[in-house]
Nanobody, 124 residues
Framework: QVQLVESGGGLVQAGGSLRLSCAAS????????MGWFRQAPGKEREFVAA????????YYADSVKGRFTISRDNARNTVDLQMNSLKPEDTAVYYC?????????????????WGQGTQVTVSS
């Protein structure tokens, strides 16, 4: 079993920054692909960013490219999402997810474990 706990969400004005963190259990965290997804009210969950086990490759949705940065610390079993230049359309619940079995890192069904989510609200 893998448990994921997100933190760092909150309310911020447009143009501001937030840093989300996800703490993971599991002795083999360093072998997981880790991702962030988000879901806004009335919308489907969408991919935000992912990072390979080594941190050597990252993936981003076009909507956040250049503004968000995903990183991981395998020694601490954490994965972070630095969000800069936030926009009102970034408002959503953000979920951390772990991909154990492999698969396309940008696809939600490839992920096996999910956190409970943290709310990010960006005011205009």
């Amino acid at each position: 079993q893998v448990q994921l706990v997100e933190s760092g969400g909150g309310l911020v004005q447009a143009g501001g920054s937030l840093r989300l963190s996800c703490a993971a259990s599991g002795r083999t965290f360093s072998s997981y692909v880790m991702g962030w997804f988000r879901q806004a009210p009335g919308k489907e969950r969408e991919f935000v960013a992912a990072i390979t086990w080594s941190g050597g490759k990252t993936y981003y949705a076009d909507s956040v490219k250049g503004r968000f940065t995903i990183s991981r610390d395998n020694a601490r079993n954490t994965v972070d999402l630095q969000m800069n230049s936030l926009k009102p359309e970034d408002t959503a619940v953000y979920y951390c997810a772990a991909n154990i079995r492999g698969g396309i890192p940008t696809m939600g069904p490839a992920y096996d474990y999910w956190g409970q989510g943290t709310q990010v609200t960006v005011s205009s």
